[in-house]
Nanobody
Framework: QVRIVESGGGLAQPGGSLRLSCVASGSVFSITNMAWHRRAPGKSRELVALVTESGTTEYLDSVKGRFTISMDADKKTAALQMNSLKPEDTALYFC???????????WGQGTQVTVSS
């Protein structure tokens, strides 16, 4: 059984920072990419950042220059450093893990990020 656990969410002021962490455990091997997604109230889920096993990254345009994703495939962990937070970053943030031997990605339950003064 695979378990994906996110942590690090919370309340931040505009301009502040938070660091989200994602840990995968269980029968997940040969990770090909890990990603962060978010779903704001009343909106659909969107991909925020993704990192591949080779280190290639991609970001949602609105977070470029503010967010940084990193991954340690051996430790099965990923992080999302979020700086210069804005109220529009408020959302439930999810981690996904894609492995070469799995038909679909694994998902965590999410961690809430609220940016407000």
């Amino acid at each position: 059984q695979v378990r994906i656990v996110e942590s690090g969410g919370g309340l931040a002021q505009p301009g502040g920072s938070l660091r989200l962490s994602c840990v995968a455990s269980g029968s997940v091997f040969s990770i090909t990419n890990m990603a962060w997604h978010r779903r704001a109230p009343g909106k659909s889920r969107e991909l925020v950042a993704l990192v591949t096993e080779s280190g290639t990254t991609e970001y949602l345009d609105s977070v470029k220059g503010r967010f940084t994703i990193s991954m340690d495939a051996d430790k099965k962990t990923a992080a999302l450093q979020m700086n210069s937070l804005k109220p529009e970053d408020t959302a439930l943030y999810f981690c996904s893990v894609r492995a070469s031997d799995a038909l679909s990605p694994y998902w965590g339950q999410g961690t809430q990020v609220t940016v407000s003064s």
